[in-house]
């Protein structure tokens, strides 16, 4: 899905009944978590019979499970999408850039810094449901980002791979957030996200892809530019 298509389609007037309710719980669950919303407040928000919720999903859980994956498929495709786009043994960077830049892009959607607190709160958590909404949503996606780095480095093995895509998945999260702590602790005001963008992205791969690079030679004994 593009993201203008992404956008018509969330962000339109004329949404569906089922529409408006994920739009508004995306924004109830994103700013009082799972454990703090109401389906009352949901439907609320919707301008919907509360009814309807239960029509549609049944239960709190089950519209949750479906908030999140629908904003998850959305960032999965686009990461898919310039994953495609490399060469079989790319520069580690462009592997980090791929998974890196449609997270920091997220926030400058429409409504998408709720989804941000979402995918933050739910790879938090160690309660089954958490952890096996997080595979449903990400697992795909991340053996496609691991294997894809082990065939840069081999030698290093795919253990390795995950490992890094990991600390390099934290880091995305972080920078999804985007909570303003930075802007804070260097005592300036919010950042202009359309100007400081790139050089985020850019700070933030380079951050990874050097720390990528130290776990899979640590102890493989192997030199690779990147």
């Known amino acids: 899905m593009t993201k203008q298509s992404f956008i018509e389609q969330t962000q339109s007037d004329d949404l569906s009944p089922r529409e408006a309710i994920m739009k508004a719980a995306e924004k109830v669950f ?122 840069v480095y081999p030698l290093a093995g795919h253990a390795k791979a995950v490992r890094a895509y990991m600390f390099a ?12 702590r930075e802007a804070s602790l260097a005592g300036a005001g919010p950042m202009a996200e359309d100007f400081e963008l790139d050089a985020v992205i850019s700070d933030a791969v380079a951050f990874v892809t050097a720390g990528a690079h130290a776990i899979l030679t640590k102890t493989a004994g192997q030199t690779v530019k990147i």
Not at 169 to 180: D, K, P, Q, Y
């Open 30 to 151: 994103g700013s009082v978590g799972f454990d703090g919303a109401t389906t009352r407040e949901i439907a609320r928000e919707a301008g919907v019979n509360l009814a309807l919720i239960h029509y549609y999903f049944g239960n709190k859980r089950t519209l949750f499970e479906a908030t999140v994956k629908r904003r998850a498929d959305y960032l999965n495709d686009q990461r898919r999408a310039l994953l495609a786009q490399l060469p079989d043994r790319p520069p580690l960077e462009q592997i980090f850039e791929s998974l890196l830049r449609p997270a920091v892009e997220i926030r400058l959607l429409p409504d998408g810094q709720y989804f941000a607190r979402l995918v933050a709160d739910v790879a938090s958590r160690t309660d089954e449901q958490s952890r096996a909404l997080t595979s449903a949503a990400f697992d795909p996606i991340a053996r496609e980002f691991s294997d894809r780095i082990a065939a």
């Open 169 to 180: 998945i934290s880091v995305s999260i972080s920078l999804m957030a985007n909570t303003g």
